[in-house]
């Protein structure tokens, strides 16, 4: 199974945390329908920070709780990808409703949001496992592509990151920053 790596912003994760929110939609998404094992970082963020309490997750509450999250990996979750064009005139009957409730988004939004793209993404999220301790980034590693001359010659699977030594390289190093949107990471035992 592919090791992924997901960027959240704060007030999103908190939802998805208290099982508020099953689908995390998005532009892009790995190659297949999965599964996936995706950890979920949650996002630096000034004004919001995601605390989490044992059994429920909040935002912006200041000294409450002490454990505060933001810029750690929090959770891990088993995903399936599909995909959806919300600019089909046919949701317009409510179809889709149930859809857009578990992504908590309006079909305004998400048609706003996929704009001229075909399709967007739907991650939906089983499995939810909330780390007592949230991990560091510099805990996991990189996937990645090996390209000579713009030709992909090595893209991640865990059977090549096994083999480590492929033409004598090295193909992994620790996590430093948090992915814009997502990657494919490895985890280490």
């Not at 994760?13 to 939609?25: C, D, F, M, T």
């Not at 578990?102 to 996929?114: G, I, M, S, V």
């Given at each position: 199974?592919?090791t ?34 995706v ?10 920070g ?18 505060i ?15 959806m ?16 409730e ?23 999220i ?5 780390f ?7 805990e996991?590693?990189h ?8 030709a ?13 030594t ?23 035992q």
């Amino acid at each position: 199974m592919k090791t992924i790596l997901i960027s959240i912003h704060p007030k999103w994760v908190a939802k998805i945390l208290n099982g508020q929110k099953r689908i995390e939609v998005r532009k892009t998404g790995p190659q297949g329908p999965g599964p996936f094992e995706v950890y979920i970082y949650c996002t630096k963020d000034q004004k919001n920070g995601l605390y989490w309490a044992g059994k429920w997750a909040c935002i912006n509450q200041k000294d409450t709780i002490p454990s505060i999250r933001n810029g750690k990996i929090v959770a891990k979750c088993r995903c399936y990808i599909g995909s959806m064009d919300f600019r089909d005139s046919k949701l317009d009957d409510g179809s889709a409703n149930y859809i857009l409730e578990d992504c908590r988004l309006t079909l305004e939004q998400a048609r706003r949001y996929q704009g001229d793209r075909p399709v967007l993404r739907l991650w939906n999220i089983e499995k939810l496992e909330v780390f007592d301790k949230p991990k560091e980034l510099s805990e996991f590693f990189h996937g990645f592509k090996l390209k000579n001359n713009g030709a992909v010659l090595f893209d991640y699977d865990s059977e090549a990151l096994r083999q480590r030594t492929l033409w004598g390289y090295e193909y992994s190093h620790p996590l430093k920053k948090a992915p814009q949107s997502w990657c494919y990471m490895e985890v280490r035992q």
